[in-house]
Antibody, heavy 116, light 107 residues
Framework: QVQLVESGGGVVQPGRSLRLSCVAS????????MHWVRQSPGKGLEWVAL????????QYTDSVRGRFTISRDNSKNTIYLQMNSLRADDTAIYYC?????????WGQGTLVTVSS | EIVMTQSPATLSVSPGDTGTLSCRAS??????LAWYQQKPGQPPRLLIY???TRATDIPARFSGGGSGTEFTLTISSLQSEDFAVYYC?????????FGQGTKVEVK
């Protein structure tokens, strides 16, 4: 069955960097667009970034553009989110999700806490 | 950016009753709208896409409707496992945006 497993979260100081990973199984990653979506503690959902199935297109929400980079390695069935210049308001659970339009499948998420 | 507004913020319903949730878009999203259910400590789960198409394994008591800027999610004969937070999301434009959520609680 489809599984998405995120990792790489943790506690990081403001201004530092972190890289999240999402390993996919149960399907061929190379056929699907993939997203990162985040949820601040006790808050709603915020879409963060998309990478197309062939990495030919990416999109970002305004608040992370220029600081975050989404990438993929289809040979490793993995997508990444490189997060630089982290801020306190980036604190959230980060989910990876599959889908070009709606988000069909979600991982369990990884928690990123930005705090001094 | 398309702003999605959900109402009510909290819906109190008795088990077995029907609950209707609303979602309004600040501009047309055609039928490019999805609904998700989220329970505490879990990721969201896709319920409806294309405004009215149920996702795989979603019970028939969940139904979606609407197009353009006004959408509804109806849950018929609410079961105990349906008490959760529900989000709408548009995929007409970038950035993808979600509503703020409607919590369905036991009356």
């Amino acid at each position: 069955q489809v599984q998405l497993v995120e990792s790489g979260g943790g506690v990081v100081q403001p201004g530092r960097s972190l890289r999240l990973s999402c390993v996919a199984s149960g399907f061929s990653l190379r056929s699907f667009g993939m997203h990162w979506v985040r949820q601040s503690p006790g808050k709603g959902l915020e879409w963060v970034a998309l990478i197309s199935y062939d990495a030919g297109n990416d999109q970002y929400t305004d608040s992370v553009r220029g600081r975050f980079t989404i990438s993929r390695d289809n040979s490793k069935n993995t997508i990444y989110l490189q997060m630089n210049s982290l801020r306190a308001d980036d604190t959230a659970i980060y989910y990876c999700a599959r889908g070009a339009r709606e988000f069909e499948y979600w991982g369990q998420g990884t928690l990123v806490t930005v705090s001094s | 950016e398309i702003v999605m507004t959900q109402s009510p913020a909290t819906l109190s319903v008795s088990p077995g009753d029907t609950g209707t949730l609303s979602c309004r878009a600040s501009q047309t999203v055609n039928a490019n709208l999805a609904w998700y259910q989220q329970k505490p400590g879990q990721p969201p789960r896709l319920l409806i896409y294309g405004s009215s198409t149920r996702a795989t394994d979603i019970p028939a008591r969940f139904s979606g409707g609407g197009s353009g800027t006004e959408f509804t999610l109806t849950i018929s004969s609410l079961q105990s496992e349906d008490f959760a937070v529900y989000y709408c999301q548009q995929y007409e434009n970038w950035p993808r945006t979600f509503g703020q959520g409607t919590k369905v609680e036991v009356k």
